[in-house]
C-alpha cells in the first residue's frame, strides 16, 4: 500500500496532496460541488465501495474541507457541505475538468457566471465581469443529452439539467 502523506517533501503542493491525493476524494469533492450533500447520493452516483466513500468524507471532515451538520430532514442522518477552505478548492477543480474535457472530451458541462451568463474561461474566471465567481455565482448545465445506458441515480438526473453549483 502507498503512504498517503509526504513527508519527506517540504511542498505546498504536497501537504495539499495529502488532503485532496487520494484515489475518488476529487469525485467526491466534485460532487459536493455540484450540490451533493448525501451519503447515499454520492453513493449512488459515485459506485464507490460504501467503506472507501465512508473513508474519504471521514478524512475530509479531519481536514476541514467539508463539515458533517445533521440532516434537518431526516432524524439520525448526516449532510456534508464544504467549508470556506472547500469552497477554496473550485478554481483547481474546475481547471482540472476543463484539462479533462479539451483532452479527452467527454462529461462537457457548461459553467456559467450568473451574473452576466457569460462561461467561465479556463481559470474559472468570467471573461465578461474579470472576476472569479464563487460557486454559489455558478450555473452548470449538460453539453448534448445522455446517450444510451446513461446512468440514472438521483445526481445524474439532477444533471440533465441547469443549476446553480451547490444545489442539488
Not at 475518488?24 to 460532487?31: A, F, Q
Not at 459536493?32 to 454520492?42: E, M, P, S
Not at 465512508?54 to 456534508?80: A, C, F, I, Q
Not at 450555473?139 to 446553480?164: E, M, N
Request: net charge neutral; charged share 20%; glycine share 12%.
Amino acid at each position: 500500500m502507498l503512504p498517503s502523506s509526504y513527508d519527506r517533501q517540504d511542498c505546498s503542493l504536497a501537504r495539499a496532496l495529502e488532503v485532496v491525493g487520494e484515489r475518488w476524494t476529487l469525485l467526491v469533492l466534485r460532487d459536493a460541488f455540484y450540490g451533493v450533500r448525501r451519503f447515499n447520493d454520492f453513493l449512488a452516483h459515485l459506485d464507490m465501495p460504501r467503506t472507501v466513500l465512508s473513508n474519504r468524507l471521514r478524512s475530509l471532515v479531519e481536514s476541514g474541507v467539508m463539515v458533517k451538520v445533521p440532516d434537518p430532514g431526516h432524524s439520525g442522518r448526516w449532510l456534508y457541505e464544504l467549508t470556506d477552505d472547500g469552497m477554496g478548492l473550485w478554481p483547481a477543480l474546475y481547471a482540472l475538468g476543463y484539462w479533462g474535457a479539451r483532452q479527452f472530451g467527454r462529461g462537457l458541462m457548461m459553467f456559467t457566471h450568473d451574473a452576466c451568463g457569460t462561461p467561465l474561461d479556463p481559470s474559472a474566471r468570467c471573461g465578461t465581469c474579470g472576476v472569479l465567481p464563487a460557486p454559489n455565482e455558478i450555473f452548470v448545465a449538460p453539453l448534448g443529452v445522455p446517450g444510451p445506458g446513461a446512468r440514472t441515480d438521483p445526481v445524474a438526473l439532477g444533471l440533465r439539467g441547469k443549476h446553480r453549483l451547490l444545489d442539488f
